[in-house]
């Protein structure tokens, strides 16, 4: 009940392509939904989070879509730089207060 | 304005023993959440703690204890080590309010290796 899956488990993609990842959860309890980037040696860092009330959020170059009947959210990274090569997580947070991850995604962008 | 701060950077131990870690919240944050993600994994929350008690915790021993002090930094204390505790132990802060799930910012994080 309380798992986050989520997939591919590393990821390639060429400079100026779009970028994919996608997440399944069961817990319906979850309301909150953040996508975390994380780069080696950092703690993660927040880069777009969405509520069950939308079905897409879109920030700059980077958009969730949200699925609430299936139980799916995914990250579309639009235009991927190799800047943006780095572990991406999604995870979904309750009224308990904490955070449930999902096992990570290595994103690398090809030059 | 700072962000969340965490100490030590890196920290060696051996089985058996104890270790303290630190954290200092993001300024005006009153919420403290930690978290331990062992390598390629993504992180596990071990307990948070508001108004320096601890709201509510994960599936971790009681060899896991934390403290949260009145400037709302905190302290994770974790006893009798083994070598399956070598980790990232991630500190996160946020602002409570009331009926709404906050986002959680990070610090970078100790790296504690169990020898």
Redesign the interface.
């Known amino acids: 009940q309380q798992q986050v899956k989520q997939s591919p488990q590393s990821l390639i993609v060429q400079k100026g392509g779009i970028s994919i990842i996608n997440c399944a959860y069961e817990n319906t309890a979850f309301d909150y939904f953040p996508w975390y980037q994380q780069f080696p040696g950092k703690g993660p860092a927040l880069l777009i989070a969405i509520r069950p009330d939308v079905s897409e959020k879109k920030e700059g170059r980077f958009t969730i879509s949200f699925n609430k009947s299936a139980k799916q959210f995914s990250l579309h990274i639009m235009d991927s730089q190799p800047g943006d090569s780095a572990t991406y997580f999604c995870a979904g947070g309750d009224s308990n207060y904490q955070l449930i991850w999902g096992a990570g995604t290595k994103l690398i962008i090809k030059p | 304005d700072a962000g ?1 701060t965490q100490s030590p950077t890196h920290l060696i131990k051996t089985r058996g023993q104890q270790v303290t870690l630190r954290c200092s919240p993001k300024s005006g944050h009153d ?1 403290v ?1 930690w978290y331990q993600q062992a390598l ?6 071990i307990f ?1 703690y508001y108004e320096e008690e601890e ?2 915790r ?1 599936n971790f021993p009681d060899r896991f204890s934390g403290h949260q002090f009145p400037n709302y930094s905190s302290e994770l204390n974790v006893n009798a080590l083994l070598l399956g505790d070598s980790a990232l132990y ?1 500190c ?1 802060s946020s602002l409570d309010l009331a009926a709404s ?1 906050n ?7 100790t790296r504690l290796t169990v020898l």
């Open positions: 969340v919420t959440s390629g994994q993504g992180p596990q929350f948070q709201r509510q994960g991630l996160a799930y986002e959680q910012f990070f610090g970078p994080g």
